[in-house]
C-alpha cells in the first residue's frame, strides 16, 4: 500500500495545509484527501511543485508498504 507522508513533512517544515496549498496553487481540500490518503491519483506537475515547496524528494511525501492492507473500498 502507498503510504502518503505529507503530514511529516508539513511538520518538519514547520509548515500549514493552506499555506502549502497556497505555495502549490491547489486547493486545500485536494491538499486535504491527498494527506489523508484517499487520493486514488497525483500528477507528476502536483508532486514537483509539492517537492520543490517543501524542498524534499517524492519518497519524503509517498512510501510504499507491502505489509499494510489496502482498504477494504481500494481506496
Request: glycine share 6%; hydrophobic share 50%.
Amino acid at each position: 500500500m502507498i503510504i502518503v507522508n505529507l503530514d511529516v513533512m508539513l511538520a518538519r517544515r514547520k509548515m500549514r495545509l493552506g499555506e502549502l496549498a497556497d505555495i502549490v496553487g491547489i486547493s486545500i481540500q485536494n491538499l486535504s484527501v491527498l494527506k489523508t490518503g484517499k487520493a486514488r491519483a497525483i500528477r507528476f506537475s502536483t508532486l514537483n511543485a509539492l517537492c520543490l515547496a517543501l524542498q524534499c524528494q517524492p519518497a519524503d511525501i509517498l512510501e510504499f508498504d507491502p505489509a499494510t492492507p489496502e482498504p477494504e473500498d481500494g481506496a
